[in-house]
Structures are given as structure tokens and as C-alpha cells.
């Protein structure tokens, strides 16, 4: 079992920037590819980028190329996503999910919510 931990959400001026990470325990995260999903109020859930075991390839949607970076430590068994020029829109619950082989979801995080004003 994988408890997944987001944290370096908050309040930011539209232009700023964010960190935020994503602490695994239970067991390491490192074979698992890894990925940030978020939910903005009224919406469903939509996949920001995903990072494989190795933090070789990375994948963004095209909303956020350029603008986001995911990352990753293994030895502290962390996902981080570094987010710049960031828009009201951005405005959402942010989540970590660690992916299983076939690409399915396999745990969750509880999310941490960034909030972006104009």
C-alpha cells in the first residue's frame, strides 16, 4: 500500500509561481511511473503530466507545455510539479497519482488545492 502526500498548494498572484510535491510512504515509488492530475470547480478530473520511473520521459497535456515541469526524487521518494506563469484558470484541487504498468491509476493522493488570483 502507497499513502501519497500533495503538499505546496495555496493563494498566488496570477504571473506567480508554485511547487508543489507529492511525499510517498508505505513502500518506494521508484519502478512507478508517476503523474499529477487536477479538478477545477464544476469540472471532471483532467491529466496535467506524468513522469516515468526514471524521470526520463515526461509527458505533459499541451495546456501546460512550457509552463510546468514535473519532476522526480527517487531517493526521497517524491513527485514534484513546478508551476510558472500561472493563470486564474490554473484555479483547482491539485492531485498526485501513482500509475500502474498497464497505465491505470493505482493510488491516489487527497489533493491540495492552489488557488490563482487575477
Known amino acids: 500500500q502507497v499513502h501519497l502526500v500533495e503538499s505546496g498548494g495555496g493563494l498566488v498572484q496570477a504571473g506567480g509561481s508554485l511547487r508543489l510535491s507529492c511525499a510517498a510512504s508505505?513502500?518506494?515509488?521508484?519502478?512507478?511511473?508517476m503523474a499529477w492530475f487536477r479538478q477545477a470547480p464544476g469540472k471532471e478530473r483532467e491529466f496535467v503530466a506524468r513522469i516515468s520511473w526514471s524521470g526520463a520521459n515526461r509527458y505533459y497535456a499541451d495546456s501546460y507545455k512550457g509552463r510546468f515541469i514535473i519532476s522526480r526524487d527517487n531517493a526521497k521518494n517524491t513527485v514534484y510539479l513546478q508551476m510558472n506563469s500561472l493563470k486564474p484558470e490554473d484555479t483547482a484541487l491539485y492531485y498526485c497519482?501513482?500509475?500502474?504498468?498497464?497505465?491505470?491509476?493505482?493510488?491516489w493522493g487527497q489533493g491540495t488545492q492552489v488557488t490563482v488570483s487575477s
Open positions: 497519482a501513482a500509475l500502474r504498468d498497464t497505465g491505470g491509476i493505482a493510488y
Open positions: 508505505g513502500r518506494t515509488i521508484s519502478a512507478n511511473s
